[in-house]
């Protein structure tokens, strides 16, 4: 009888361990964040926080420096637009807490260059564990190669490191557009990997220059695009992505070798 009553205490202690695991807050069933005006639907940019030429609008004409006119359109009936000017880089890194030269790391040139100023826009909100938080965008370039002028997705972990994310640029990471390109209208995600307060950005730059700002293009889910939004160029392998490959190669090589007895 003892010997029973001890399992039974032991399976009772076990039970509550679990409970209190299941119930803990941190281990809160994943949640998709819903940011404050997130749709843009209030026809206002209320909710967040701007750096440099951002504004709400609905659907909107881009004109590229040859001519080429984009109609971008919001999935409701506003979407928010950036202009890559005028605040400095060095001022949206700062404002943002990103280290400085942090966003030009990433701004890979094949024909070099240096970001000069652009636009951002950003919004503070609180997340757990697990929990996604995303935006649907479209980038439109109005210039042309040999300039980049890179767009990007931030997020700020509540211990203060960050995610930068190349979302597209005329010819370098992420979605590659080439001259006077456009995206077409893609979505960022991110899972949230701590729990606190984060902060998420975009922001949109200028490479070289300062003239033929790229714009940026937000709204909650995909809007519409006029011609028809394109296929992208090029979207280039995340360095993962890259390793992968070439495992994959090496593997399909030994397979040769194999097969013609070397």
Do not use: H
Request: glycine share 12%; aromatic share 6%.
């Amino acid at each position: 009888m003892k010997d029973f009553k001890l399992n039974r205490v032991g399976i009772n202690l076990a039970s509550l361990a679990l409970a209190t695991c299941l119930f803990t807050p941190g281990n809160a069933s994943a949640a998709l964040i819903s940011l404050v005006n997130g749709d843009f639907e209030t026809g206002t940019l209320s909710g967040w926080s701007t750096i440099g030429n951002v504004i709400a609008t609905p659907s909107t004409t881009v004109t590229t420096f040859n001519g080429v006119v984009w109609t971008t359109g919001a999935a409701g009936t506003t979407m928010a637009q950036l202009n890559s000017n005028p605040a400095a880089i060095s001022t949206i890194e700062t404002t943002l807490g990103l280290a400085s030269g942090s966003l030009n790391a990433m701004n890979t040139n094949p024909n070099g260059g240096s970001l000069t100023d652009g636009a951002a826009i950003y919004q503070s909100f609180a997340g757990n564990i697990g929990d996604t938080v995303g935006m649907s965008w479209d980038y439109i370039a109005r210039d042309y190669i040999p300039f980049n002028d890179p767009s990007f997705a931030v997020i700020i972990n509540p211990d203060g490191s960050a995610l930068i994310d190349l979302l597209s640029s005329i010819q370098g990471l992420g979605i590659a557009v080439g001259t006077a390109g456009n995206s077409g209208w893609q979505s960022f995600s991110q899972t949230l990997t701590q729990t606190g307060n984060y902060t998420i950005a975009f922001i949109t730059t200028n490479d070289k220059d300062t003239v033929l700002d790229s714009a940026l293009f937000l709204d909650s889910t995909a809007g519409t695009c006029n011609p028809t939004c394109p296929p992208p160029i090029s979207s280039v392998p995340e360095p993962s992505a890259l390793a992968l490959l070439g495992i994959g190669l090496v593997v399909l090589g030994a397979n040769r070798r194999r097969m013609q007895g070397v």
